[in-house]
């Protein structure tokens, strides 16, 4: 398995653990810690990721270590907060992970997700109020895009497709990446943005080496994981949601 594969099923991984990590239910009423409770599916994932990677990467083991759970394996058999301390240490794994095969890709790829962790860590902060419509959602990101000073051209690429045109929100030509913003301010938006993504996929795709979705959600999109799995499971499209 190449190193690209393995850092986007890491990378992935370590965003569901760390939305595991940061849901309600360390404390307060009904059943404090629940949402921890899948730490062994994420522990397993990372022993087989590093499993993996040690194939063609053996220098892999000198840096990490597999974990074992041994019995702490059953859920039913620890107290809560060792369900938190567990799912805490897969998540800090899984992106150490990612961190370290992210090393390994060729530059474009480097510079890819740099873009995304980008978007990641400053959407959310520079949207102070709920926005109304898409476009204040790509100011937002192209004023991040701006102070980092990155190549990029907003609304300016047209690419044909049979007799449709279509135009990416942002383009970074020189590495062959296009950025769509998606705002999903209503249920029924849920299903109608997944017809659109498809449709910008299919434009996309001859002309780009990576398109990635970011989809501002102000609420609606309860399951995250199924939303993007079918979607990412295109050759080189990333689904961002970011959440209000």
């Known amino acids: 398995m190449d190193f690209e ?3 986007n099923m890491a990378a ?7 939305r595991m990590c940061s849901q309600e239910g360390g404390s307060g009423s009904g059943l404090p810690f629940q949402s921890y409770a899948g730490y062994p599916f994420y522990i397993d994932e990372f022993n087989r990721l ?40 897969a998540a800090i794994q899984l992106n150490a992970l990612a961190s370290y095969l992210q090393s390994k890709l060729g530059t474009k790829q480097q510079e890819h ?8 860590a400053n959407l959310r902060p520079a949207i ?15 004023t991040i895009f701006r102070a980092r000073t990155l190549d990029f051209r907003r609304e300016q690429e047209t690419v044909g497709y049979s007799t ?6 942002f383009t970074f030509d020189r590495i062959g990446l296009a950025v769509e913003v998606k705002l999903c301010k209503a249920k029924e ?6 017809d659109e993504i498809n449709a910008d996929i299919i434009g996309y795709a001859g002309r780009y080496d990576r398109c990635v979705f970011v989809i501002y959600d102000l609420g ?15 050759p080189n499209v990333h689904v961002l949601i970011i959440k209000k």
């Open 128 to 142: 102070y109020d709920d926005p109304k419509n898409e476009r204040e959602v790509q100011n937002a990101l192209e």
């Open 164 to 169: 449709k045109r279509y135009i990416p929100d």
């Open 189 to 194: 938006r849920e299903k109608e943005m997944i």
């Open 50 to 89: 590093l499993a993996f990677t040690a194939v063609d990467d053996p220098d892999v083991m000198t840096y990490f270590g597999l974990i074992d759970l041994g019995k702490d394996r059953n859920p039913a058999d620890l107290i809560g907060p060792m369900w938190k301390a567990y799912a805490e240490q």
């Open 220 to 234: 609606f999109i309860r399951d995250i994981a199924t939303f993007s799995a079918d979607i990412e499971a295109n």
């Open 5 to 7: 594969t393995l850092y």
């Open 113 to 120: 997700e740099q873009i995304i962790d980008l978007i990641t």
């Open 12 to 18: 992935s991984a370590a965003r569901n653990a760390e």
